[in-house]
T-cell receptor, first 116, second 114 residues
């Protein structure tokens, strides 16, 4: 079975600084997707960025980028130029490609606080 | 406004009550999900509906009863709950075959059982 581990329950960063959130996963699959979701106080889970395992190039979405190390099974999220609105819970998630519905597996989350 | 709408946002119920949570998606997706989110724990998948048929039930107690009358609507009927069932209940939807798009979530129903 797949597992997703986020080893940092809480982190904080100063506004405009850069922060990196860690995620590791365990799987025997070779084809899969990885995601980072953001859950602000409004509670809605918002997809921040995704990575397809067969792509070596790290995904980037504006201020958000990932460092995907497939061999190490590591998928960290880097937030550049942090903004107050980035304050939220961040969840790393794994999905086997081509699997049945309902196979999106989440980590426990990292609570990020951006301080002015 | 999200493409997935959940009502109510908050619900307080006694252990002998019967209530229902509602989820509606406006994205044309063909799969819908119920997740339970408790503090300090990963999101727990409760139910999966694909093409309006239940495809997975992760050993959820029978006091939780899902219903999916069509591809746009999903309900979670609650009865004789326990205080440990207090949590945030999230609904999500996806399109089968488009896994790389991930899931689209609603804002959840915060349930408190007293």
């Amino acid at each position: 079975a797949q597992t997703v581990t986020q080893s940092q329950p809480e982190m904080s960063v100063q506004e405009a600084e850069t922060v990196t959130l860690s995620c590791t996963y365990d799987t025997s699959e070779n084809n899969y997707y990885l995601f980072w979701y953001k859950q602000p106080p409004s509670r809605q889970m918002i997809l921040v960025i995704r990575q397809e395992a067969y792509k070596q190039q790290n995904a980037t979405e504006n201020r958000f980028s990932v460092n995907f190390q497939k061999a190490a099974k590591s998928f960290s999220l880097k937030i550049s130029d942090s903004q107050l609105g980035d304050t939220a819970m961040y969840f790393c998630a794994f999905m086997k490609r081509g699997g049945s519905q309902g196979n999106l597996i989440f980590g426990k989350g990292t609570k990020l606080s951006v301080k002015p | 406004e999200t493409g997935v709408t959940q009502t109510p946002r908050h619900l307080v119920m006694g252990m002998t009550n019967k209530k229902s949570l509602k989820c509606e998606q406006h994205l044309g997706h063909n799969a819908m999900y119920w997740y339970k989110q408790s503090a300090k724990k990963p999101l727990e998948l409760m139910f999966v509906y694909s093409l309006e048929e239940r495809v997975e039930n992760n050993s959820v107690p029978s006091r939780f009863s899902p219903e999916c009358p069509n591809s746009s609507h999903l309900f979670l009927h609650l009865h004789t709950l326990q205080p440990e069932d207090s949590a945030l209940y999230l609904c999500a939807s996806s399109q089968e075959g488009q896994g790389k798009s991930g899931y689209t979530f609603g804002s959840g129903t915060r349930l408190t059982v007293v």
